[in-house]
């Protein structure tokens, strides 16, 4: 059965302060793995698709890597607005189902 | 023009009652899904159709009864509601697609609440 671990459960951050989103994962055969952002209230809102060992995806201030064993998101000189539970998914073999991690709750504070 | 809605957003109910989830989208998609997030915050898949045919099934109490009318909309049907049931229960949709994995896109979200 696929599993995804996300670490921390929980960032504090200051305005400016960069760090990383670890995710890891076992799978039988990876089929891509998912980085989602979901604000309080709202449905997670989808950010990155990687699908290989090396490849690496930007987005503002987000960057996402991807290994034969994990997935870091690194967020770089980070603003408020950053704010946000980011969660990451591996989909199963049929590619239709999602198995996400607990995902970590990210505090920018100014 | 929301792409993914569910309707009610909030809805609070007594034990044993029946209520129900509605969900639509108007992304063209062939795929929808419920999928559930308890207070720890794991969301785990229920349910998965595809053109109106259900493909995914996880292990959920039969008292859950998704029924898709067409692939635009599915919908949650739950009977007998019990504590356990309390979560918020999204809705998402994708388009199959023939390599690679399928992008969900999800709507805001129902909170149930079983008192």
């Known amino acids: 059965e696929d599993q995804v671990t996300q670490s921390p459960e929980a960032l504090r951050l200051q305005e400016g302060e960069s760090s990383s989103l670890n995710c890891s994962y076992t799978v039988s055969g990876l089929r891509g793995l998912f980085w989602y952002r979901q604000d309080p209230g709202k449905g997670p809102e989808f950010l990155f698709t990687?699908?290989?060992a090396g490849e690496e995806k930007e987005k503002e201030r987000l960057k996402a890597t991807l290994t034969k064993k994990e997935s870091f998101l690194h967020i770089t000189a980070p603003k408020p607005e950053d704010s946000a539970t980011y969660l990451c998914a591996v989909p199963g073999a049929a590619g239709n189902k999602l198995t996400f991690g607990g995902g970590t709750r990210v505090l920018v504070k100014p | 023009d929301t792409a993914v809605s569910q309707t009610p957003k909030y809805l609070v109910t007594q034990m044993g009652n029946d209520k129900s989830i509605k969900c639509e989208q108007n992304l063209g998609h062939d795929t929808m899904y419920w999928y559930k997030q308890d207070s720890k915050k794991f969301l785990k898949i229920m349910f998965s159709y595809n053109n109106k045919e259900l493909i995914i099934n996880e292990t959920v109490p039969n008292r859950f009864s998704p029924k898709s009318p067409d692939k635009a909309h599915l919908n949650l049907h739950i009977n007998s509601l019990e504590l356990g049931d309390s979560a918020v229960y999204f809705c998402?949709?994708?388009?199959?697609?023939?390599?690679?994995?399928?992008?969900?896109?999800f709507g805001a979200g129902s909170r149930l609440t079983v008192l």
């Open positions: 990687l699908y290989s």
């Open positions: 998402a949709s994708s388009r199959i697609r023939d390599s690679g994995a399928n992008v969900l896109t």
